[in-house]
């Protein structure tokens, strides 16, 4: 095939960095990569997190990240997530090709997780998930919905979570981040049949 007519796909990367007076934070991210962390949080537990969103989402993800831990975690977290969703909204682009609809549901032993997203350029939310106790180690558990909304409201996009079952709540949080990384990973992947295209009926998102 003519390589004009044919064009390699642009490299859909960014590299994002945030400082406050709370956070000094830097994600890098390639969408189309093989699943490669490298996360330096602070928060060991967020750490194992977002090794599930590069890992199970397919995505190369490098994260450093400073903050005022020694207040709480609160501040970090969310700014990660403000963070790592500026960097997935600017290595998206226009968003032509893409199937941006993503939807998975994963297992680990009793918990089950579902996520569904749509890349719809608006920021929305439902988080559906009770977890059993309050602290995994020594990360408050309500940090999961504060990362998560930092993401949606800079990613731009509309997220359901839910977690249908589970007694642990590692296992809890393990599975939602598994079932994001999965349909995210659907919702950014290039559509065969819509190459050029922007999936909506008002040509843009």
Request: hydrophobic share 40%; glycine share 8%; with cysteine.
């Amino acid at each position: 095939m003519n390589a004009a007519a044919d064009p390699k796909p642009a490299a859909r990367t960014a590299r994002v960095e945030r400082r406050t007076a709370e956070t000094d934070i830097t994600v890098a991210i390639d969408i189309d990569g093989r699943g490669r962390t490298e996360l330096s949080s602070g928060i060991a537990f967020l750490d194992h997190m977002l090794d599930q969103i590069g890992r199970h989402g397919m995505f190369d993800l490098t994260l450093a990240a400073k903050g005022d831990l020694h207040i709480d975690a609160h501040h970090t977290v969310e700014d990660i997530g403000i963070t790592l969703g500026q960097a997935f909204r600017q290595a998206l682009g226009d968003k032509r090709g893409i199937r941006r609809y993503g939807h998975a549901y994963v297992p680990l032993d009793e918990a089950l997780s579902r996520v569904v997203v749509d890349l719809s350029g608006r920021p929305g939310m439902v988080f559906d998930v009770k977890f059993t106790r309050a602290v995994v180690g020594n990360f408050d558990v309500d940090l999961v919905h504060e990362f998560f909304q930092g993401f949606v409201n800079h990613a731009l996009v509309t997220l359901h979570v839910d977690n249908l079952r589970g007694d642990n709540a590692h296992h809890q949080a393990e599975t939602v981040f598994k079932a994001f990384a999965r349909a995210l990973r659907m919702a950014c992947e290039r559509d065969a049949r819509a190459v050029g295209e922007v999936p909506s009926t008002k040509g843009s998102l």
